[in-house]
């Protein structure tokens, strides 16, 4: 039997949030290596500049990411064990957190085509 597509059933607004914290954690400029339990710490998290911002080669519109800047975003995605706290307050993603497919990073990141 095939998995089912969210089985955490993470709202939409916690499912973009996780993609962007997915691709932050994947990109050296913006997080920092594993640590022993595999959970990547954010350095930082991307300022926004107009409607806009960048996370490497993809730019990602600032509606796609309020939850960035959501408590209750960050909560439910630690309850779940997709993220926990990070050093200076800023998450880290969790080998589940890296793992979970929320299928929206082409939705979201928009890269360019040449």
């Known amino acids: 039997?095939?998995?089912?597509?969210?089985?955490?059933?993470l709202n939409p607004l916690q499912a973009r949030?996780?993609?962007l914290l997915q691709e932050l954690a994947s990109l050296p400029d913006f997080s920092g290596p594993a640590d022993a339990d595999g959970n990547v710490p954010l350095r930082?998290?991307?300022?926004?500049?107009?409607?806009?911002?960048?996370l490497g080669s993809a730019?990602?519109?600032?509606?796609?990411?309020?939850?960035?800047?959501?408590?209750?975003v960050f909560g439910a995605l630690s309850r779940?064990?997709?993220?926990?706290?990070?050093p200076r307050g800023l998450p880290a993603v969790?080998?589940?957190g890296q793992a979970y497919?929320?299928?929206l990073a082409g939705q979201i990141l928009h890269r360019s085509d040449h």
């Open 1 to 9: 039997m095939p998995e089912r597509p969210n089985p955490m059933k």
């Open 17 to 19: 949030t996780l993609a």
């Open 44 to 54: 930082f998290l991307p300022e926004p500049h107009g409607d806009h911002f960048h």
């Open 59 to 72: 730019v990602v519109r600032s509606r796609d990411a309020t939850g960035l800047a959501n408590a209750a």
């Open 80 to 86: 779940k064990g997709l993220v926990v706290a990070g």
């Open 94 to 96: 969790t080998p589940m």
């Open 101 to 103: 497919d929320t299928g």
